[in-house]
């Protein structure tokens, strides 16, 4: 059922994103400055008061807006009991994301496009995605202004710019042949970074965040150790599975040096669990290539998005 409300609900929602041209990519140019902001348990602290406010301007059916109340107020299951919250949406809700996105389309995507860059001295962006979301500008003294006033325009609505994990980053095109980058910063799995060009030139590069490739790394591990007596054919779906899927996100061009460590990582443990499963017939790594990876090899690494 709720599935079905979702349907009639999101050709609304994505008609209110799509109002405003907030979704301004970064470009190769000498971006001086990034606001690399974290919104302190964002989906925890949403006022339903504010949220309420803003839907009411954009939706005029009655029902809808009641049915988006009770959702507001679905408790959720903890150990047997349902815990409710004042504040916040429904942890795993399917409305959650949609509220969420609109809550943050009216807090920081139309305050952007209509306050801050009409007082920008140069080019400027915001790229955001849910609640993740950086800000780029031409001038580093536009871009200290608004990480100012970031907090306050957050504090209106009962949320909260966490002080620790949000950071002014100096990001402008390093001069000359030499060197290296001035900063870097993180978004959506990614780092990104000023690099070389095979020219010898300046371009922003990406790579998977490092706590990202732990994360998957030790999975793997885990996966690998847990699931060891499982027959091998099908320890190899799932495992041709996660690499295709992590190649699927994280094969971005530049990026082949991180999809290789991610191969060589789940190929090294796979090998070693499957030599634990008997202590009389281990495996070493001869027989594994001979034996195992003739018949199931595991996807090699490869760029899937060319940008």
Same mark, same amino acid.
């Given at each position: ?13 994505? !008609? ?54 009770? +959702? ?38 139309? +305050? ?11 080019? &400027? ?19 200290? /202004? ?56 300046? !371009? ?6 490092? /706590? ?11 996966? &690998?150790? /847990? ?57 070493? +790594? ?9 018949? &199931? ?11």
């Amino acid at each position: 059922m709720d599935s079905a409300r979702i349907m009639r609900w999101k050709p609304l929602s994505t !008609t209110i994103l799509d109002d405003y041209p907030n979704r301004h990519s970064p470009t190769d140019s000498a971006d001086e400055a990034i606001i690399d902001a974290d919104i302190a348990k964002f989906f925890d602290t949403i006022e339903p008061l504010h949220l309420r406010t803003i839907l009411q301007k954009r939706v005029n059916d009655g029902a809808i807006l009641r049915l988006i109340g009770m +959702w507001l107020h679905v408790g959720v299951l903890e150990e047997g009991k349902v815990v409710r919250s004042e504040t916040g949406t429904p942890q795993g809700g399917v409305i959650s994301p949609i509220l969420a996105n609109i809550f943050l389309h009216t807090v920081l995507d139309e +305050w952007f496009e209509a306050t801050v860059r009409p007082r920008m001295g140069g080019n &400027c962006f915001l790229v955001r995605f849910a609640d993740d979301f950086v800000m780029g500008t031409a001038i580093k003294t536009d871009a200290e /202004k608004v990480f100012r006033v970031l907090p306050k325009r957050f504090e209106r609505f009962g949320l909260k710019i966490h002080p620790e994990k949000s950071r002014l980053v100096q990001f402008s095109r390093p001069f000359g042949r030499k060197g290296k980058g001035p900063g870097t910063f993180a978004f959506l799995g990614f780092d990104h970074y000023w690099g070389k060009t095979l020219n010898g030139g300046w !371009t922003i590069k990406r790579k998977t965040q490092g /706590k990202r490739l732990r994360r998957f790394l030790s999975g793997i591990h885990e996966w &690998c150790h /847990k699931n060891r007596h499982l027959d091998i054919v099908e320890q190899y779906q799932t495992l041709k599975s996660k690499l295709r899927g992590h190649y699927q996100y994280y094969g971005v061009r530049g990026n082949f040096k991180m999809l290789e460590v991610a191969f060589e990582h789940t190929e090294r443990v796979w090998k070693r669990w499957l030599s634990r499963r008997s202590s009389k017939h281990r495996l070493n +790594w001869e027989q594994w290539m001979v034996r195992w990876q003739a018949i &199931c090899p595991l996807p090699k690494p490869r760029i899937v998005h060319a940008f």
